[in-house]
């Protein structure tokens, strides 16, 4: 059970992990960062608990933390609950939603050991975006995509703002890099992935190009220069997903939604 701790102190060094949020985050590649995954919010938070991410401690007002006693009763970790002023000292901001919970990373996942067990993927190319990502998981998650493939340039996905974006689904929806690039999309191919770039150009409408096929990946590009002539060439196929007259693109996220919703009718 967790042990609830009532800190009035602002500088209580227990708070270490939660401190000074606004101008330190806890990415490995920050100097300092301590890798840890942050999550926002009651309803994140019992994702984060939920998932394989280790919890180290959990950070919040009194009405929020009860709002987790159920959750909390199942792990040994420290609860620290304080008012919402003193939370807002301590993290650099007010926090509309009272509650944090930081956990530990896990080992990185093989491409390899994800891609075996899939039909359906989602592969990034340059969405350096956390938001973007974020919403790209949480549409994985909610169109029954397999996993995740990061390809060059891409964001990291348990950084803070993605994970509150993704409302905690990145902690459920598998992910790995797929490296080499792009020669890993040729790879794909050969486990029998029929790999789709999505692309305003595409010859094709998606779901003419997906047809019949067991296995499909999508491949997604940034926003502005959308995905690179090398990915382009590797994938099976360019498609579009067509759209009325004068609307070149969509948004990458939205752009992900449509196609992981048409995919997971095709082959079903």
């Known amino acids: 059970m967790a042990r609830e701790i009532e800190v009035t102190d602002p500088a209580d060094p227990r708070l270490a992990d939660f401190r000074d ?45 009860d709002e987790l006693a159920a959750a909390l009763a199942d792990v040994d970790i420290p609860a620290y609950v304080t008012s919402a002023e003193l939370m807002a ?9 009272g509650v944090l919970a930081v956990a530990d990373r896990v080992p990185p996942t093989a491409a390899e050991e994800l891609v075996g067990r899939a039909r359906r993927l989602a592969v990034l190319e340059g969405v350096g975006d956390h938001e973007n990502l974020g919403a790209l998981f949480r549409n994985a998650a909610a169109f029954g995509v397999d996993a995740v493939l990061l390809g060059p340039g891409c964001a990291d996905p348990l950084y803070r ?33 029929r790999v789709l770039a999505l692309t305003p150009g595409g010859a094709l409408p998606l779901l003419a190009a ?37 609307v070149d693109s969509l948004n990458v996220a939205t752009a992900g939604a449509v196609a992981f919703h048409a995919l997971g009718t095709v082959g079903s």
């Open 21 to 65: 949020l606004t101008r330190a985050d806890r990415r490995p590649d920050r100097p300092g960062g301590k890798g840890l995954v942050i999550a926002e919010g009651v309803l994140v938070v019992l994702r984060l608990l939920a998932s394989p991410y280790p919890p180290r401690a959990v950070f919040g007002t009194a009405r929020r933390i």
């Open 89 to 97: 000292e301590v993290v650099g901001f007010h926090l509309n939603r």
């Open 161 to 193: 703002r993605s994970v509150r974006v993704s409302m905690g689904h990145v902690l459920a929806v598998p992910f790995a890099r797929l490296e080499p690039w792009p020669a890993g999309l040729k790879w794909l191919r050969d486990q029998d992935f």
């Open 210 to 246: 997906a047809d019949g096929a067991a296995r499909v990946a999508v491949l997604l590009g940034s926003e502005g220069p959308g995905l690179s002539a090398e990915a382009i060439e590797a994938a099976d196929v360019a498609v579009r997903i067509p759209m009325a007259p004068g």
